[in-house]
């Protein structure tokens, strides 16, 4: 078991828990559209008032697992349950799970209370509480005085608001977002996913989010699915995933981050022992003799042997850099530190990106906070710098 | 059933009708009720129907080829057709120009104005010209009333009606897809040549004209393919030495009375058709290709 | 930029008055006093009066309207099914045969389309007259409708029937209050652009009708051959006078709907 990072978002976790029950569950899901595989014999469990995410680019069967789970694509083997039943077979329009669809798929010639009162008129529930229960929604997303409007005389974080009550007002258990704030501009959606988390905890649902925005996953998760063709990558609480990325492809999904390949001649611990993994880069497939040697004192997959073939991840913002070299720093046999040159600097107000150049073949990237109204910057182009970062700042990739 | 009653009564409608056409092309013309012979009895079975199919003549279809009257109507269906369509084009490209680079808030009015003759009557706006053309008709007095011509002009029943006749029905056929391609063109193309040291007259050659091809394309076809099979123009405002194939089908079929004739004309009619028809989806096919 | 302004204007004017120059003529000389329609001898209405009293023609346009109140029901209703089964099922069996059908009778020359419906009621021994025209007509105006109604279906966004039967509502019942409310506007347009088909046609009614089922078409056509009378421009003038005004409070109460919705999403914050 990796061992956690910094404090989770609150006390809870099912998943560790090894006599939690699941409350979805996925069973070697397998779901082929002809030729093409979109979901690979996949397992997936999700516990109750969990937020769940799915992440992944476009066409990496993300969203055909929600579909499943809705009910309006069957799985081509396996088979998915909710609460202990099984749902093969059970049609979408009986099943307790409601869905916020990307386009809000907002019926155009009803009204937003109709909008919102479809799903319960389709249970034969008495009109009062129907009446009730549409003005308790709108209270919700705070759309009172827009109930009798139509869905195209609304701007586009009120029908998003309209398309969450409507989904809501039926108390799925589990609600399904497809990309729900793909329509909307950054300021709106960040404001709109901190709604979301805050909603989630006050109805204690169960909520699983698909998106292909790692930020929006970061936000709202729990827990996070990280896919692609068809697989599941990595399972994992948000702050697992951007530090204890399983592979390069979560490493590289998820934020910014310096991959250098190498060749490991020496291993860590686990347990940041004093061993030293060493690496040699530039490493295989480069005809470069003149080989750069990083010692790296960090955390690793398990699954790495001396003489593999690795990859040392560091996140930019966690690289500091300095002209000087670092306290404590032996220039002869430096570990976690290496030398640059400045090759290209960004100014992005908050931050600055150093483009470090080691070698011919290895650029790496740091970010620095710009804590003052600097005027003039201490580094500038083409100045030998050194880069260090601490133990805890990387870590050692099999694949 | 979705799919079921639409099909089936498209089958009964419209298919076997027009295997019906093909089979009585291969009748012989008598003078019974119907004028036509044999009929095609499946009851009588399989032999009997093969007895049938060897009794077909291509007798018809000789004749067609024989009587000047009918390659003549086809030619000339064509050539009016082609002529019309050419004239259209040169009203409709200006109108659909100047509809396109009018301010937008003008545009909805100036489309429904194109639209709306589209809604009334094709008969009535034939019927409308037949009182302007005539020998006493209103162009005439205005003509001689200002002197341009001393004596009227004999316009109505020649050729040269039909072509009006043709132009007016057909023109919103025309102006529509030109409009619609005219109008998605982006006006920065115009200002990025102007920028380059292009002159506006240059600019419409070589910018806007090619932009405006498929336009064109589709909005001639739309004129050209209905302008061919055509009847009431050529039988309202044309003469009788306007030899038009659709009014020639008409006068074999319900003057002379020989359907199986008519049939046949029917028949090559729709095979000359399936020409123009052909390249103009081909077109469209590669338009909306272009278009994705 | 001024010159070719004028140039613009120019254009607009003289294809808009070719446009509509004869039809105002007609309409004019409808409320002619003189036998001659065109020699202005004074204003009257008499030509609209004696009009009613030609049974003849009431009895055409009562046949006229009958034929395409029926015909263009009864192809909006297949028209629709047609296109949603060309729009939601991309295989089955004879799918290129079918709208090939679609496609077909919108190029088809009338004359071939009237002969060859003739023909068919000739064969089987079907009566010509009202029925025969008002089969005709559905079976050329469906097609019409199908695909007025497929390119509505074209943007239809499906995700509609996904929520609403997410939220519980079965398929049959998704297809009546979400589907078609949806697509109304396209089926409506459908249903007048038949009615309009039915009401104007001359050709195919020709070939398929029978005694007493004369349409207003052919009367007019009939009267039209024997020369150009007040009378005729009277009844044209009141045709168009309706289709005219049809269209324009349609798309009059369709720009209001769209202005309305426009100023409340304007005003919405």
Partial sequence: MAKTLGPVRREFAPWNDPDAVPYISFQNVTKRFGDFTAVNDLSLDIYEREFFALLGPSGCGKTTMMRMLAGFDAPSNGNVSLDGTDLTGIPPYKRPVNMMFQSYALFPHMSVEKNIAFGLKQERIANAEVKARVEEMLSLVKLEEFAKRKPHQLSGGQRQRVALARSLAKRPKVLLLDEPMGALDKKLREETQFELMDLQERLGMTFMIVTHDQEEAMTVADRIAVMDEGRIIQIATPTEIYEQPSSRYVADFIGDINLIEGRLTVLPEAEFADNLAIMQCPGIGSNSDVGLEIQVQCETTSDLAVGDRGWFAMRPEKIRLSHEVPEGLDPANPVNAVKGTIYDIAYLGDVSVFHVKINDDVIIRATQTNTTRLVERPLSWEDRVWLYWGADAGILLAS | ?292 | MKRTSWFNITSLVLGFSFLYLPILLLVIFSFNESRLVTVWGGFSTKWYSEMWQNQGLIDAAWVTLRVGLLSATIATVLGTMAALALSRHKRFAGRTLFSGMIYAPLVMPEVITGLSLLLLFVAIDFARGFWAVTLAHITFSMCFVAVVVQSRLVTFDRSLEEAASDLGCPPAKTFFVITLPVIAPAIIAGWMLAFTLSLDDLVIASFTSGPGATTLPMKIYSQVRLGVTPEINAVCTILLGLVTSGVLIASYLMRKEQQRSQFKSAAAP
């Fill in chain 2, 1 to 292: 059933m979705l799919i079921g009653v639409p099909y089936l009564w498209l089958v009964i409608l419209f298919l076997i009708p027009f295997l019906i056409v093909l089979k009585v092309s291969f009748s012989e013309p008598t003078v019974s009720i119907p004028p036509y012979s044999p009929r095609l009895d499946i009851s009588d079975g399989m032999s009997a129907l093969w007895q049938q199919i060897r009794q077909f003549s291509i007798e018809n279809y000789v004749f067609l080829i024989e009587e000047p009257l009918f390659y003549r109507s086809y030619l000339s269906s064509f050539t009016i057709a082609a002529i019309a369509t050419f004239i259209t084009l040169l009203i409709g490209y200006p109108l659909a120009y100047a509809m396109a680079r009018a301010p937008r808030s003008w545009r909805a009015i100036l489309l429904m104005l194109v639209i709306l003759p589209f809604w009334t009557s094709f008969l009535i706006r034939v019927y409308a010209w037949i009182g302007i053309l005539k020998k006493e008709g209103l162009l005439n007095q205005v003509l001689l009333a200002i002197g341009v011509i001393s004596e009227p002009l004999t316009i109505l029943n020649t050729n040269a009606a039909v072509y009006i006749g043709i132009v007016y029905s057909y023109l919103p056929f025309l102006v529509l897809p030109l409009y619609a391609s005219l109008e998605r063109m982006d006006d920065s193309l115009l200002e990025a040549a102007a920028d380059l040291g292009c002159t506006p007259m240059k600019a419409f050659w070589t910018i806007t004209l090619p932009i405006s091809i498929p336009g064109i394309v589709a909005g001639c076809f739309l004129v050209f393919i209905p302008a061919v099979g055509e009847f009431v123009i050529p039988d309202l405002l044309g003469g009788s030495e306007t030899l038009m194939i659709g009014r020639t089908l008409w006068v074999e079929f319900f003057n002379n009375r020989d359907w199986p004739v008519a049939s046949a004309v029917a028949v090559v009619l729709l095979l000359v058709l399936v020409v123009p028809i052909a390249l103009f989806q081909n077109a469209q096919a590669r338009a909306e290709e272009k278009a994705s």
